[in-house]
């Protein structure tokens, strides 16, 4: 196997391998130019982004600056928001679904490494994919770690360190993250009638 093969299958590889370097500076170029957008040039802002990810949904809006690391291991839904300074270090897959909203300075970090002294310092590395499904908001500063899967219609409170996967329909929070209770059918009663309200002006 290449190292980037071996990368992508979260086996240990080398990280300064000439062809991940290419890939690495294709996404450095992409986000250079992203980051450089003025707010008139959204159209312009959205093409580079679909030239960087494997794939998008149709609307995808990312505050500048963002960062990653190769962007074609970064597979992203429809609707999806990111604010200012998120960063996703994709040496893996990373899945997020429709309808997936980060506040600012989220951190979204496949990479990892060996925690022996001696293997680390041989340069070699290694990562675990992350997925987010769908429906999910995760609050401002939340960093989830390498081979979370985070469940559908979760909220991920701000300051949240993810060590571990989060079931479907839950609010969960802390460092290290965990569920504080489910989403429930009142709460979707409460912001029904929240919206109503507003659409009664």
């Known amino acids: 196997m290449t190292e980037k093969e071996r990368m992508v299958c979260g086996e240990l590889y080398f990280a300064y391998d000439e062809e991940l370097k290419r890939d690495r500076q294709r996404a450095r170029r992409l986000t250079r130019l992203f980051n450089g957008t003025t707010e008139e040039e959204l159209a312009y802002r959205t093409e580079l982004l679909k030239e960087l990810f494997q794939s998008t949904g149709e609307q995808i809006f990312i505050e500048p600056p963002f960062r990653c690391d190769y962007g074609n291991h970064i597979r ?3 609707n999806f928001y990111a ?18 909203f980060f506040g600012p300075r989220v951190g979204l970090y496949t990479a990892a490494h060996p925690i022996d002294a001696g293997v680390r310092n041989a340069i070699l590395e290694y ?5 987010i499904g769908n429906s999910v908001w995760v609050g401002a500063d939340v960093v989830i770690n390498p081979g979370v899967t985070v469940g559908n219609n979760v909220v991920i409170g701000s300051g949240s360190v993810v060590t571990k996967d989060i079931p479907d329909n839950v609010i969960a929070a802390g460092n290290p993250c965990r569920v504080l209770r489910p989403i429930t059918v009142e709460d979707r009663k409460y912001w029904e009638e929240r919206r109503r309200e507003y659409m009664e002006r």
């Open 76 to 78: 992203i839904g429809d």
């Open 83 to 100: 604010n200012y300074d998120c960063i996703i270090l994709d040496v893996c897959d990373v899945t997020i679904g429709d309808y997936v």
């Open 127 to 131: 990562g675990r994919p992350i997925t």
